[in-house]
Nanobody
């Protein structure tokens, strides 16, 4: 079983910064794409950024000038550096990962979500 655990959320004033972390644990061979999403009350879950195992990144236009995704493959960890935070960034932030696991020869990729971490930005 694979678990994703986020941390680093909290309350911050507008203009401040936070760094979210997400650690993958359990039994698996590798992690392909990892990503960050967020969901504000009454809104759909929104994709913020993704990063491949090779380090290629994509960021949503709405955050690309303020948020940066990165990962440490040796630590099975993905990060989201968030700068110049705004009250509209208030949401629950979720980690997502495509994890390769199984027992040879039955190897498969499965998608996992973390439990979410609350980010609240005050004006």
């Amino acid at each position: 079983q694979v678990q994703l655990v986020e941390s680093g959320g909290g309350l911050v004033q507008a203009g401040g910064s936070l760094r979210l972390s997400c650690v993958a644990s359990g039994s698996f061979f590798s992690i392909n794409v990892m990503g960050w999403y967020r969901q504000a009350p009454g809104k759909q879950r929104e994709l913020l950024a993704t990063i491949t195992s090779g380090g290629s990144t994509n960021h949503a236009d709405s955050v690309k000038d303020r948020f940066t995704i990165s990962r440490d493959n040796a630590k099975n960890t993905v990060y989201l550096q968030m700068n110049s935070l705004k009250p509209e960034d208030t949401a629950v932030y979720y980690c997502n990962a495509d994890v390769v696991s199984g027992t040879y020869p039955r190897i498969y990729a499965q998608n996992y979500w973390g439990q979410g971490t609350q980010v609240t930005v005050s004006s």
